[in-house]
T-cell receptor, first 116, second 115 residues
Framework: ETGVTQTPRHLVMGMTNKKSLKCEQH?????MYWYKQSAKKPLELMFV???????ENNSVPSRFSPECPNSSHLFLHLHTLQPEDSALYLC???????????????FGPGTRLTVL | AQSVTQLDSHVSVSEGTPVLLRCNYS??????LFWYVQHPNKGLQLLLK??????LVKGINGFEAEFKKSETSFHLTKPSAHMSDAAEYFC?????????????FGTGTRLKVLA
């Protein structure tokens, strides 16, 4: 999977830790997304960036802090998480944000996060 | 508001038999529809998409789906299941109007293929 990469693939952290998830896309896309995938729930859109500018914060708690230094990289900074934040965090990218009707979102493999 | 419903959370088929994964949507406009597949410990991969062209859409790995407006359905089919098809499948509805961008995901159907 060379299109969208995510690191680390697995992360275990305590509630007082601070960690970061990294996403990188090699597709020349301009829009990037963070999703949360929990068991038995639909994918939840967390954040959206378009040309490095945040366009969406889907009522995500402040213990999740995104950063998009350029169109190719996206980070999710984590601090003082709760056990219910354990999930698979997926990054995606697409060519143009407002062409979602026809554009395809390309997903990374995800980071499996466990909060103890 | 738009929504998507995957009618089965789990489907089991024998190898070599047909696959049918059901998806219904609701919309006031003509939607674009996608099927994604997620293998264990992997991200989502696009199987196929419908964007108002031909109603029968062919995708990768022998999958296809037919858009039926009268039934508001977009069911995914494959004539003959392979062991490697075991995965979770997501039906997705894209925004109906320009200027919006959120995908609406179904809750997924887990396909099990029996030897």
């Amino acid at each position: 999977e060379t299109g969208v990469t995510q690191t680390p693939r697995h992360l275990v952290m305590g509630m007082t830790n601070k960690k970061s998830l990294k996403c990188e896309q090699h597709l020349g896309h301009n829009a990037m997304y963070w999703y949360k995938q929990s068991a038995k729930k639909p994918l939840e859109l967390m954040f959206v960036y378009n040309f490095k500018e945040q366009t969406e914060n889907n009522s995500v708690p402040s213990r999740f802090s995104p950063e998009c230094p350029n169109s190719s990289h996206l980070f999710l900074h984590l601090h003082t998480l709760q056990p219910e934040d354990s999930a698979l965090y997926l990054c995606a990218s697409s060519q143009e944000l407002y062409r979602a009707r026809t554009d395809t979102q390309y997903f990374g493999p995800g980071t499996r996060l466990t909060v103890l | 508001a738009q929504s998507v419903t995957q009618l089965d959370s789990h489907v089991s088929v024998s190898e070599g038999t047909p696959v049918l994964l059901r998806c219904n949507y609701s919309s006031s406009y003509s939607p674009s529809l996608f099927w994604y597949v997620q293998h264990p410990n992997k991200g989502l991969q696009l199987l196929l998409k419908y964007t108002s062209a031909a109603t029968l859409v062919k995708g990768i790995n022998g999958f296809e789906a037919e858009f039926k407006k009268s039934e508001t359905s977009f069911h995914l089919t494959k004539p003959s299941a392979h062991m490697s098809d075991a995965a979770e499948y997501f039906c997705v509805v894209s925004p109906f109007r320009s200027g919006t961008y959120k995908y609406i995901f179904g809750t997924g159907t887990r396909l099990k293929v029996l030897a």
